[in-house]
């Protein structure tokens, strides 16, 4: 059988594929100094420069892999920075309790547990009212001070400061509800209870229609979102995903956070966090944990990584090269993995073989 | 090239650069460094809206810290200690990248004296980037050049044998290596007749793994649009390898099926970092457009 979508997966495999063989090569004059590189990564080349930089990067191997090396540092080193973190989330309080508190209701009333969505959609709107009402105040300051060159730098600013806030704020909406979902979860099965996977799941409807558009490979945007559908798909699933890359086992002190290819672990709620190696550069995307000993991990490029100790991962055999979004978990022995396409393979002997539902 | 002393002050005043004693001619060497680094300020408009798009505040720490200012160190040291570890151990888990950043301080602090003058790394930050972002940068710099020197030494295949298909384990037919070597070619060919740009994205996704989100940002675009980028080069290079494929190696419809049916099942090492750097050849062949 040789379908056009096929082919396309031939290709990306044939790109891939590469990987495997380093390529040795020294810098050259032209290389970027660090310096340039990090001027790029700031934002702080245009023009002529930067078109320069890309052009050179494109075709060197040893400025990719300063660039690979660059990226796979940004997750990190932006988690902390208290005091300016507070200060960028400081607008987005009103809207946020907002959110949390329309979550909570959500949650604390009794509804109809068939339309899980709603809430999210409530949040959103919340958030969106919240938003529309800040361009009319940003006007209102203009007109008073007669500054309209100042204002509009300072709006441009703002506009410019709630894109990046944007994806934290949909970050935080997706734990949020995850977090309502980890409830629900909980209240249905109370203790750890194991309950059977459904035997023939119908891949859910939003991920159907991703397995149906054109940029099939393209791994989920918001892990955290990816995590939470899931979880809301999943009836009879024990493994908590939840939001902002956090893995809470049965035990909410036990859990696991991932960013990029670093895994952490905490025995304490997350309060504090210990690194622990795993071995693998790839990025993670997804995890669960169905005990606290005992967690799953997914990420691109099919890496799969098992935990039975908390602590030790190893490897876990995948049958394909793709990217990976999400994970399902009952214990050791027992997995679903969705492909970033929209697939699920399942294991049932720890990752020895694997079945295609 | 002397800058103007008024924007000098304004910029010293801006970067509370008084905060660490910093001598106003100190900082002003470093703004006269940093514009001669961009070669900016052929007019004085584009100048000034060069030097105050600066990092002011951290060229300021820099400067005070090449100068040995001790409350200055203890704040960089302070502020940048975390970062730096964490991005160590970002880059290797296993602990392997915290003597690259501790070593990063000796040369920071500049230990080897010219002239009677400490030489600080500090001198190469010129405050296009905050202080962390360069950082990250000299210590992904030294640790990709530290594993692209251990793996020199380790012992390489023969250089005839670097490049060819593993030997089978098992005989197979022939016919397939056969497709997998034309594939293979023409793949090469393929990216290297993409333009720079999709090759860099090309090389973020797949050679660096980067993400969309992460390879959009360096290519100033929506990881959305890195996504359909992404996808149309893939259908660009596929329809040029199957152009090839018929046209110039002369096969029919069903053995290209099969070329691409011999993928489905294993590649064999095809090296796309190899493969990208065919166009680097290509592309120095081209009119310098660095000059």
Redesign the interface.
Known sequence: MDTSRERDQSIERLLRQSLQTPRPDGATDSCLDAETLAAWIDGGLSGAALEMAQTHVADCARCQSMVGAMARTNAVVAQPEPERGLRRWLPWLVPLTAAAAAVVLWVAVPGDLSTPQRPAEEVQTQTAKTNAQEPSLDNQGQGQTGRAETGAASSADKKAETQAIAPELRKEVGRLEADRLQRQDAAAAPAVTLRSAPAAATPPAAVAAEAAAPAAAAPPATPGAEGARLARSANGVVGTITGANQIVSPNPSIRWRIAGSVVEHSTDGGSSWTAVPTGIAAELTAGAAPSTLVCWLVGRGGVVLLTTDGRTWRRVAFPEITDLSAVRATDARTASVSTADGRILTTSDGGVTWERR | MPIDGKLVDRLYRQASAERWRVPVHRFAEALEASAG??RAGAQSGELERYLT?L?LEDLALACACAAGDESAWEHFILEQR??LY??A???D???GARDLADSLYAELFGLRDRAGERQSLFR???G???L???L??????R???R??TN??LEA?PDEDS?DALPAPSSPVEPERYRYLEL??QT?ERAVAHLP??D??R???Y?????????TGR???EH??TS??Q??RT??A??DD??RQLRGECGLTDAEV?QC??S??QD???????????V??GR?ESAPD??S
């Open positions: 680094h961009e798009a990092h975390p970062f964490r991005a151990d970002a880059l888990p296993g602990g190469y930050f010129h296009r980037s905050s962390t972002t360069w990250r940068a000299v210590l992904a710099q640790h990709v050049d594993l692209r793996r020199r390489l670097s594939i293979r793949l720079p740009r090759r860099l090309l090389a973020c797949y050679a660096q793994e980067l993400t969309l989100a992460e360096l290519l100033g990881e959305a996504s359909r992404l996808a893939r259908r290079i596929r390898v199957e099926a691409f049916a993928v489905s590649a064999g090492p095809l090296d796309l970092k190899q493969i990208l750097d166009g680097s592309k457009r660095s």
